[in-house]
């Protein structure tokens, strides 16, 4: 475990901050945990029922700097969205 001291406020290209994000340990973190996150989330979305049309999947995708774990539909008709307001897939995930 890393602990970090900050001493300044300042934020940006070039500081502490921005250098420790961007750093191997933090970024293999963060993707084991959006992997961990998705794989939760399949198995959420697997195990419901059925009460839809379409193909709705969990997916994780690679930003500048964080991972992100979103529910999509095949034919984006907007069902994603009521399926995690109905069954909340990804809120349960983490």
């Not at 940006?12 to 293999?28: L, R």
Request: no cysteine; proline share 3%.
């Amino acid at each position: 475990m890393v602990s970090i001291e900050w001493w300044y406020a300042k934020t940006g290209p070039g500081q502490v901050g921005e250098i420790a994000s961007y750093s191997t340990p933090v970024q293999a973190k963060l993707k084991s945990e959006a992997y961990r996150i998705g794989r939760n989330a399949s198995a959420i979305l697997n195990s419901e029922p059925k009460k839809r049309t379409g193909d709705s999947f969990v997916m994780i995708e690679k930003g500048d700097l964080d991972y992100y774990v979103t529910l999509n539909d095949v034919e984006d008709k907007g069902g994603a969205a009521g399926i995690e307001m109905h069954f909340g897939v990804l809120r349960r995930s983490v």
